[in-house]
């Protein structure tokens, strides 16, 4: 298996067009693709991959603005080393050329072009490695265009209990076993 992915890595090294980039979380990049269609047909020229570290666990959300087209956008959990060509999948499971494993976690509507507000609430993530891809959702095209994506995030702390509610509970525990003795 290891040697049909080299060989055809090997054989789309010359058609690898996807740019794959870091992104600050939280934060905005500005970005360009080639086309609007990137998401309906899988061309990966049209998509930008956009990888990521959580350190803890966040509530993520992203939103791209753009003025010509709807977005897609699709999360992962892994890091994507180089440009997947035919293996993208924007709705499930993929591994690219490297064969890193890319789990798919969450993403906007695929199929639906023009609908939506360009707009995906990741909910909590985990700590850890991820990859974001943003490609139009037209299904037609009139060449490049330019979007902004901006990256939200609050830390999901976990809250210590008070000291008034640990004293709360003591108090409680005494209570019930005194009344037990009864």
């Known amino acids: 298996m290891k040697i049909w992915v080299l060989l055809a890595s090997l054989m789309m090294a010359v058609q690898a067009n996807a740019a794959i980039l870091s992104l600050t979380i939280p934060g905005s990049v500005t970005g360009s693709l080639s086309n609007e269609s990137g998401w309906l047909d899988g061309d990966t020229s049209a998509i930008d991959f956009y990888t990521f570290e959580l350190t803890s666990d966040t509530e993520l959300s992203f939103f791209a603005d753009t003025d010509f087209t709807s977005m897609g ?38 199929f639906v072009p023009g609908v939506g507000d360009n707009a995906l609430q990741a909910g909590v993530m985990e700590r850890g490695q991820y990859t974001l891809a943003v490609g139009g959702n037209e299904g037609f095209s009139f060449g490049a265009f330019d979007y902004t994506l901006n990256a939200t995030a609050v830390s999901a702390a976990v809250s210590e209990p008070s000291t008034f509610g640990i004293a709360l509970l003591m108090l409680s525990g005494l209570y019930c076993s005194r009344r037990d003795r009864r």
């Open 73 to 110: 956008l699709s999360l992962y959990a892994g890091e994507i080393m180089m440009d997947p060509g035919f293996l993208f999948n924007n709705a499930g499971d993929f591994f690219d050329f490297a064969g890193e494993s890319l789990t798919y976690l969450t993403g906007t509507s695929a």
